[in-house]
């Protein structure tokens, strides 16, 4: 699986301790989900492409912005309340606010949005797919430690049945009946079950503690798995033909589906492409006003009386009137700021006509980037077809192989049940009794090796059919 790889290297940086409690199957893949990094990562991700969903649904809603600043000028200028240039220091505040909206844009809100929600589904089939791997992986994991397990107990059995045929050797060499040369080759297959019953321990604990690094558990020592038998189960998934299966397959498997999502997000963004070359048109409002500190010449409600020039004739003075003002304090803020107001509003129309072929040329990429998903999802449903018809094959091998195991072990046990009765009775030789024995040991282990095997290989292929672990 292509998890497989990622799932191994990031089960070294997490790390949780164990009871000593016998896991079952279905809570060592609970913990295996809930645990494994590459999990997490993914269901960030995940979450990333919601908050993409949001920004897509944000497009939609009309940007406000409000500002301020309020200046010192300090130098040479003119004092604007009595017109003389003085070295003065003045100050004034400003406010603004403004909104707009987009009115269109060639559709590109509306497809990137939909991009948006195609990223999001595409993220959880990602993510179930990568559970499924996983949930297989630790499958796989927990049968092999069964397998082992009751490969221990098989060479268990079989060294105390050898103890016992030593040490009924021994009595009948006591009592003449053998001579001492009928023990050796015995001997010989004591001290070779017991290698084997070695052999068959570490296994099983180099499995249990494979499967606890599997769950992220440091505790190899008090890890375990229960002890419920698995029977051989009973499917009619083989009486189907691996084309059923596979057109099975294509209505749920999740890279079948993120394989068809990715398809139409790949659409959307030539979409999202050729949006840029229509047309956007945009309306907007700006509201501003402006706050001076610096003080104000008031009229005082008296007249002044200039002279502005004489009579030609009379020489009578001619004056002119100017209301008389004053220096007063500025205006409140409050009056300012409604006196000084300003408004603006009005339409936004952008033409796209030349940009350096930069607009057509993304399109022109996203149209390769179409065809490359699209081939990328042949092969995934090749890859797909070719991986149901190996576990097809591999299920029905296995099952015929368990089939033919089964008879073995019948006759390899009728065959040294005879042959401890003749060796009882004298009438065999040890080193011929041994053959039958090892031949029997041989098939105890196969018939168990099978018996995982073909589970396996058939919860496999269910697995691709859509039936539960």
Request: hydrophobic residues 40%; negative net charge; charged residues 20%.
């Given at each position: 699986m292509k998890t497989f790889v990622t799932f191994l290297l990031s089960i070294m940086t997490f790390v949780v301790s164990a009871q000593g409690k016998a896991y079952t199957l279905e809570e060592c893949v609970l913990i295996a989900l809930d645990k494994n990094i590459s999990i997490k990562q993914s269901e960030i991700n995940l979450e990333g492409s919601k908050i993409d969903k949001s920004d897509a649904m944000g497009n939609f809603l009309p940007q406000l912005n409000a500002q301020s600043q309020h200046i010192w000028n300090s130098g040479l200028s003119q004092n604007i309340t009595t017109g003389l240039i003085e070295n003065l220091t003045t100050q004034f505040s400003s406010f603004g606010a403004n909104v707009g909206v987009t009115i269109f844009?060639?559709?590109?809100?509306?497809?990137?949005?939909?991009?948006?929600?195609?990223?999001?589904?595409?993220g959880q089939y990602q993510l179930d797919d990568m559970k499924d791997d996983i949930s297989l992986f630790v499958a796989n994991a927990f049968l092999q430690v069964k397998f082992n397990r009751e490969l221990a107990q098989v060479q268990r059995y079989q060294l105390e049945l050898t103890q016992k045929d030593v040490k009924r050797t021994q009595d009948r060499i006591s009592a003449g009946v053998l001579t001492r040369a009928d023990i050796y080759e015995i001997e010989a297959n004591l001290a070779q079950q017991e290698q084997s019953l070695i052999q068959a321990e570490n296994s099983y604990r180099l499995s249990r503690i494979s499967l606890a690094q599997l769950l992220l558990i440091t505790d190899y020592e008090k890890f375990d798995i229960s002890s419920e038998d698995f029977e051989i189960p009973i499917s009619e998934i083989l009486?189907?033909?691996?084309?059923?299966?596979?057109?099975?397959?294509?209505t749920f498997r999740n890279d079948i589906k993120l394989g068809v999502t990715n398809i139409e997000i790949a659409k959307?963004?030539?979409?999202?492409?050729?949006?840029?070359?229509?047309?956007?048109?945009?309306?907007?409002?700006?509201?501003?006003t402006r706050i001076s500190y610096s003080d104000i010449l008031v009229q005082t409600g008296n007249a002044l009386e200039v002279?502005?020039?004489f009579v030609k004739d009379n020489g009578a003075l001619v004056v002119t009137q100017f209301p008389e003002r004053q220096l007063a304090e500025p205006l409140s803020f409050g009056n300012q700021f409604g006196q000084n107001d300003g408004h603006s509003y009005g339409l936004s129309l952008n033409i796209p006509i030349f940009n350096g072929s930069a607009a057509r040329n993304n399109i022109k990429r996203r149209v390769l980037n179409l065809e490359r998903i699209e081939n990328q999802f042949e092969q995934t449903k090749l890859d797909?077809?070719?991986?149901?018809?190996?576990?097809?094959?591999?299920?029905?091998?296995?099952?015929?192989f368990f089939q033919a195991s089964d008879k073995t072990l019948i006759a390899r046990k009728q065959a040294f049940e005879i042959a401890n009765n003749r060796f009882e009775a004298g009438v065999m030789n040890s080193f011929d009794f041994i053959q039958a024995k090892q031949r029997y040991e041989i098939a105890s282990s196969d018939i168990i090796r099978a018996k995982y095997d073909y589970i396996f290989k058939l919860k496999v292929l269910e697995f691709y059919f859509g039936l539960k672990l």
């Amino acid at each position: 699986m292509k998890t497989f790889v990622t799932f191994l290297l990031s089960i070294m940086t997490f790390v949780v301790s164990a009871q000593g409690k016998a896991y079952t199957l279905e809570e060592c893949v609970l913990i295996a989900l809930d645990k494994n990094i590459s999990i997490k990562q993914s269901e960030i991700n995940l979450e990333g492409s919601k908050i993409d969903k949001s920004d897509a649904m944000g497009n939609f809603l009309p940007q406000l912005n409000a500002q301020s600043q309020h200046i010192w000028n300090s130098g040479l200028s003119q004092n604007i309340t009595t017109g003389l240039i003085e070295n003065l220091t003045t100050q004034f505040s400003s406010f603004g606010a403004n909104v707009g909206v987009t009115i269109f844009n060639g559709r590109q809100n509306i497809n990137q949005l939909a991009r948006a929600n195609l990223n999001l589904i595409a993220g959880q089939y990602q993510l179930d797919d990568m559970k499924d791997d996983i949930s297989l992986f630790v499958a796989n994991a927990f049968l092999q430690v069964k397998f082992n397990r009751e490969l221990a107990q098989v060479q268990r059995y079989q060294l105390e049945l050898t103890q016992k045929d030593v040490k009924r050797t021994q009595d009948r060499i006591s009592a003449g009946v053998l001579t001492r040369a009928d023990i050796y080759e015995i001997e010989a297959n004591l001290a070779q079950q017991e290698q084997s019953l070695i052999q068959a321990e570490n296994s099983y604990r180099l499995s249990r503690i494979s499967l606890a690094q599997l769950l992220l558990i440091t505790d190899y020592e008090k890890f375990d798995i229960s002890s419920e038998d698995f029977e051989i189960p009973i499917s009619e998934i083989l009486l189907k033909n691996p084309k059923d299966i596979f057109e099975k397959a294509l209505t749920f498997r999740n890279d079948i589906k993120l394989g068809v999502t990715n398809i139409e997000i790949a659409k959307k963004d030539i979409d999202i492409a050729k949006g840029t070359l229509a047309p956007s048109v945009s309306a907007f409002y700006n509201y501003n006003t402006r706050i001076s500190y610096s003080d104000i010449l008031v009229q005082t409600g008296n007249a002044l009386e200039v002279p502005v020039g004489f009579v030609k004739d009379n020489g009578a003075l001619v004056v002119t009137q100017f209301p008389e003002r004053q220096l007063a304090e500025p205006l409140s803020f409050g009056n300012q700021f409604g006196q000084n107001d300003g408004h603006s509003y009005g339409l936004s129309l952008n033409i796209p006509i030349f940009n350096g072929s930069a607009a057509r040329n993304n399109i022109k990429r996203r149209v390769l980037n179409l065809e490359r998903i699209e081939n990328q999802f042949e092969q995934t449903k090749l890859d797909l077809e070719n991986t149901i018809n190996q576990a097809y094959n591999n299920a029905e091998g296995a099952l015929k192989f368990f089939q033919a195991s089964d008879k073995t072990l019948i006759a390899r046990k009728q065959a040294f049940e005879i042959a401890n009765n003749r060796f009882e009775a004298g009438v065999m030789n040890s080193f011929d009794f041994i053959q039958a024995k090892q031949r029997y040991e041989i098939a105890s282990s196969d018939i168990i090796r099978a018996k995982y095997d073909y589970i396996f290989k058939l919860k496999v292929l269910e697995f691709y059919f859509g039936l539960k672990l």
